[in-house]
């Protein structure tokens, strides 16, 4: 079946630097690759997202890679903010246009 | 601001009572989902709805029923509740497959006595 790969699993950076959080998939079909962000006691909210025909995506601070040879996509987070602590997800779209959801990157910022 | 509503933040059941899990949506969506969150499993996708009526299986529907009535409302019906379903309920809502982008609820803790 398909599978979705995220890494790491738990990253701390300091206030102000930056946060890398990668997403491996399998179903080379994938068109659709968003970033979700889930804080304390509320529901995953998307954050961005890229299509299969765009490499890079940035809004503000936030920016989104895609290799799609490599099947890989990555979440960029600059000069962190103590708000930027949440728990990430990245969802690549399934070949039944379904979203397959990773297991979940617990970001710290440290101040 | 659109919005995806569950009617309770925390619910507390007995083993073998019947569970209602309610979901709204403001936003005119076609697609509904049900899932649950538990720690180290990540979202696993209970049941999910394309269209009024319409209802299809995800991953894990044993113990679960669903209801879409009307395009607004997806309900999550657990039978005959039981402790290994106490977790995080979450509801999301979609515009049609293929265009990405689920607005999700707060979520419903459950817990199973």
């Known amino acids: 079946g398909e599978n979705v790969e995220q890494h790491p699993s738990t990253l701390s950076v300091q206030e102000g630097d930056s946060a890398v959080i990668k997403c491996t998939y399998s179903d080379s079909a994938s068109n659709y690759f968003p970033w979700y962000k889930q804080e304390l006691g509320k529901g995953p909210q998307l954050i961005i997202d890229?299509?299969?025909n765009v490499g890079e995506k940035k809004d503000q601070r936030i920016a989104v890679t895609l290799n799609k040879t490599a099947k890989h996509f990555s979440l960029h987070i600059t000069e962190t903010q103590p708000e930027d602590s949440a728990v990430y997800f990245c969802a690549p779209e399934g070949s039944n246009y379904q979203l397959i959801w990773g297991a979940g990157t617990k970001l710290i910022i440290k101040p | 601001d659109v919005k995806v509503t569950q009617s309770s933040r925390y619910l507390v059941k007995r083993t073998g009572e019947k569970v209602f899990l309610e979901c709204v949506q403001d936003m005119d969506h076609e697609n509904m989902f049900w899932y649950r969150q538990d720690p180290g499993l990540g979202l696993r996708l209970i049941y999910f709805s394309y269209d009024v009526k319409m209802k299809e299986k995800g991953d894990i529907p044993e113990g679960y029923s669903v209801s879409r009535e009307k395009k607004e409302r997806f309900s999550l019906i657990l039978e005959s509740a039981s402790t290994n379903q106490t977790s995080m309920y979450l509801c999301a809502s979609s515009i049609p497959t293929g265009l990405g982008g689920y607005t999700f609820g707060s979520g419903t803790r459950l817990t199973v006595v």
């Open positions: 890229i299509r299969s």
